[in-house]
């Protein structure tokens, strides 16, 4: 089974991981888990007038790499076999274009995100990928 496991760094994403884990011991088929780091750099644009795009760079490759460490300690205790993928862009979009192009299985994410009062505005991510993903999304507390 093919797992997409979308990380933002907030607790209801590394209860998500817990339970991918818990999943993947119990089941009788190899599971592959894709870790996925995702941040819209749109909010940056003017920034990026002022500071080299490399700096940039490097810092949202830090920050991703940061907030995905908790869960990639999680998997290794685990023993689940998993990889990693580092976007940017539009975060809805990119998760469900990542999860067709690898033809995932399942998507599980955490229910609610390191975002809050842009929720209220926008919707919220899971909101967006359990309405519009072709595979099954498990939405985690």
Known sequence: MKVLLPI????SSLNATKYVAKMAKNSRSPTIVTLVNVHDDAGLSYV???IDKSIVNEYLRELSEK???AAQKVLDVARVKHNMA???GHVA??????ANKDK???IVMGAKG???????LMGSVAQRISSSAKQ???LIK
């Open 136 to 138: 099954p999304v498990l």
């Open 67 to 69: 907030e995905l460490k």
């Open 48 to 50: 990026k007038q002022f």
């Open 86 to 88: 580092i976007l940017r």
């Open 93 to 98: 979009d990119e998760i469900m274009a990542l």
């Open 104 to 106: 995932v299985d399942l």
């Open 8 to 11: 933002d760094g907030s607790k």
């Open 114 to 120: 390191r975002s809050g009062f842009l929720d209220i």
